[in-house]
């Protein structure tokens, strides 16, 4: 308590005498330098800005210097801090991603992303590299396209009660109708008929509601802005939602021409948005596709001589064309499974990725167990068979590493109400090589220590995260701290044909890099480019491979920073930020 009470003259006097005070206040100003400094030094991307050259110095500030500019430009988003009601077309800069898409496609940082080389793309899912667009252009002449509904399809209001999944069967086999009142869906039952030609399909839609059949399909495959963010949606919601469009897309995409034509068109969309190398996730617990005619089944060994046959055609047009560093060593497969299923099943499937190791040594790369991590099961819950796959493997002298889904939730419980089941545990006492999404990881400090110790990579997936509801936009997601954390991360786009709404370049990774740039004030380029130059790192290609690619990509790196300096410098020179 004050010995004395001054007067107001004299407490005046006082603070006027501390205020002027500049010693005590450049001390201040010095710790807080340092402060800076120290964080600065100690930043995860500090080894990139202290080997960046010259000229991807000056393209960090111009890039930078844009960002800011268009956070504040009204014709993009404009929502300055204030006490002023934005009106309805003012928009947040790493809002949310469907609401600003188009917005997003205008943007100067966007068209900067597009041309940056990325290096590897390690977490995508197979059958969502392209837009269904594409898929149901093909099937809908097809003799052989069969659609099949959960549900009679009598009314508008079943449109959008209902799923529908697709199936090449033999052009003989009869077709139902899905639009009569005594249609049955059950595929299960004896004798049951609940395929329609799509053919037909599409006819009768068009005259019964008067509608794009095409458009319809697509809505269901695609999630959108309303279903996404509608009040009440849930995550197990969009989660079963979400569902619904992967097992639409399946059947649109295998059977037997698709399935090859794909996979030199994924390879020419990747390259097109200057993705070097892939590792493609299929899911693998079916066991067969159907040929074109709905007569021949195809097994796995013959789907992966299909990949072997068109990776290696493509490589040689490219190299005939003097392109081959565009994309230099093709793609590999990470075998995919749910982690719904019984252990003798889990065991099958093992079996399987084991024998296909063994077929095609250079194409398999990784085992993976997919599926919501709020429903069973855990990974712990296979504990015995994985132990017995790792051990089988050494046997055999060959490497499959874990590749696991992990930390993909907000409960963080392995699909039970025990936290002591979180899949993050297992991901580390398995010697995972890296795993996707990891969201909740900051909730295990001594985890993240291990995570660095055994350099695990976490293959981050933000419009993903968003859209089913991790958090409701990407300056929410918590990537800004994983990497102050220390832990080596890639920038991925998981399911994109599915997350893309009316995109027509569905596949594109820029759409990830741009999220990462406008979500943290902290991000720069010196970030994109550690982060493309980990996604090398940490793939599954061998060693000789790693520094080729390195090679390769730092070349394109120097020219697309030179391009930026070029192209942007005017734009940015005098802008005030």
Request: glycine content about 4%; overall charge negative.
């Amino acid at each position: 308590m004050a010995s004395f009470r001054p007067t107001d003259a004299d407490l005046a006097a006082k603070f006027t005498e501390f205020l002027e005070d500049r010693e005590y206040q450049n001390q201040y100003s010095e710790e807080r330098l340092r402060l800076l400094e120290a964080e600065q030094a100690s930043s995860w991307d500090s080894k990139a800005r202290l080997e960046a050259s010259d000229v991807e110095m000056e393209a960090a500030a111009i890039v930078r210097t844009i960002r800011e500019m268009e956070r504040d430009d009204p014709t993009l988003f404009g929502n300055q801090a204030g006490e002023s009601i934005p009106d309805s077309e003012t928009r947040d800069m790493g809002g949310q991603f469907l609401t600003n898409k188009n917005r997003i496609e205008q943007s100067k940082i966007y068209s900067i992303a597009r041309e940056m080389p990325k290096g590897g793309h390690l977490h995508i899912h197979f059958n969502s590299e392209l837009h269904p667009n594409i898929l149901l252009q093909r099937a809908k002449d097809m003799d052989t396209m069969f659609i099949r509904s959960i549900r009679p399809l009598l009314e508008e209001d079943h449109l959008d009660e209902t799923e529908v999944v697709f199936n090449v069967l033999q052009a003989e086999t009869k077709s139902s109708t899905v639009f009569a009142p005594n249609y049955n869906p059950d595929h299960r039952a004896p004798n049951s008929n609940p395929w329609m030609k799509f053919k037909d399909f599409c006819i009768e839609f068009r005259e019964k509601f008067n509608s794009d059949p095409l458009d319809w399909v697509r809505s269901k495959a695609a999630l959108n802005e309303d279903e996404v963010y509608k009040e009440g949606q849930t995550l197990n919601g969009i989660w079963a939602r979400f569902n619904q469009g992967t097992r639409c897309f399946k059947g649109l995409l295998n059977y037997e021409s698709v399935f090859r034509w794909y996979i030199s068109a994924a390879i020419d969309s990747m390259i097109e948005d200057k993705i070097m190398y892939a590792e493609l996730r299929p899911m693998l617990m079916d066991k067969t596709i159907p040929s074109d005619d709905g007569l021949q089944q195809l097994t796995h060994s013959d789907q992966m001589n299909i990949i072997v046959e068109e990776v290696s055609k493509k490589k040689k047009d490219l190299e005939a064309q003097g392109q081959l560093e565009l994309f230099p060593f093709g793609l590999k497969i990470i075998y995919c499974t749910p982690r719904s299923i019984p252990k003798p099943r889990m065991t099958t499937e093992m079996l399987d990725c084991i024998r296909l190791k063994l077929a095609y040594p250079d194409l398999i790369c990784g085992f993976d167990l997919v599926g919501a991590e709020d429903r069973p099961n855990s990974i712990s819950y296979y504990r015995d068979e994985l132990l017995a796959f790792v051990k089988t493997c050494e046997s055999l002298g060959i490497k499959i590493p874990f590749l696991f889904h992990a930390g993909e939730t907000l409960l963080d419980t392995g699909g039970s109400k025990d936290p002591e089941n979180s899949n993050l545990f297992d991901v580390v006492l398995l010697n995972s090589k890296r795993i996707g999404h990891g969201y909740s990881i900051l909730k295990h400090p001594k985890l993240i220590e291990e995570f660095k110790k055994k350099r695990i990579c976490i293959e981050l997936c933000p419009v993903s995260n968003e859209l089913l509801n991790l958090c409701r936009n990407i300056k929410q997601h918590p990537y800004p701290a994983m990497l102050q954390q220390g832990l080596e991360c890639t920038v991925n786009s998981d399911n994109p044909a599915l997350f893309r709404s009316s995109s027509a370049n569905s596949s594109t990774l820029s759409y990830e890099f741009y999220q990462i740039m406008v979500g943290s004030t902290l991000m720069n380029l010196h970030g994109w480019r550690q982060l493309a130059q980990w996604s090398i790192v940490h793939s599954c290609l061998n060693e000789n491979e790693k520094e080729e690619g390195l090679r390769y990509w730092s070349e394109r790196w120097e020219e697309f920073c030179l391009w930026i300096v070029k192209k942007f410098g005017p734009v940015a020179k005098g802008a005030e930020v």
